[in-house]
Nanobody
Framework: QVRLVESGGGSVQAGGALRLSCVAS????????LTWFRQTPGKEREGVAA????????LYPDSVKGRFTISQDNAKNTVYLQMNSLKPEDTAMYYC??????????????????WGQGTQVTVSS
């Protein structure tokens, strides 16, 4: 069993920054890639950053590349999402997710096996 607990969401003005944290636990968690997704009402979940916990390979979509950075602290079993230069369109519920066992970094929700409960990010103009 894998457990993911997010924190760090909140409200910020456009141009500001937030750092989200995801504490991951479970006896297979070090064999799974971790991904940050976001979702707004009526839209599908969008992968915004992913990391392969073994190789350190990261993935980002063009919409956040250069503004968001995913990183990990293996000693704390924590993955972070540093979000800079935030825009109102970044407003969403952000979820931490664990991928398939031994799977590579992925931005696809179809490759996710476990989800956290989410943390809200609101960016005002």
């Amino acid at each position: 069993q894998v457990r993911l607990v997010e924190s760090g969401g909140g409200s910020v003005q456009a141009g500001g920054a937030l750092r989200l944290s995801c504490v991951a636990s479970g006896n297979t968690i070090d064999k799974r890639s971790l991904t940050w997704f976001r979702q707004t009402p009526g839209k599908e979940r969008e992968g915004v950053a992913a990391i392969n916990r073994v190789s350190g390979v990261t993935l980002y979509p063009d919409s956040v590349k250069g503004r968001f950075t995913i990183s990990q602290d293996n000693a704390k079993n924590t993955v972070y999402l540093q979000m800079n230069s935030l825009k109102p369109e970044d407003t969403a519920m952000y979820y931490c997710a664990a991928g398939l066992l031994y799977g590579g970094a992925t931005l696809s929700a179809g490759n996710v096996e476990y989800w956290g409960q989410g943390t809200q990010v609101t960016v005002s103009s």
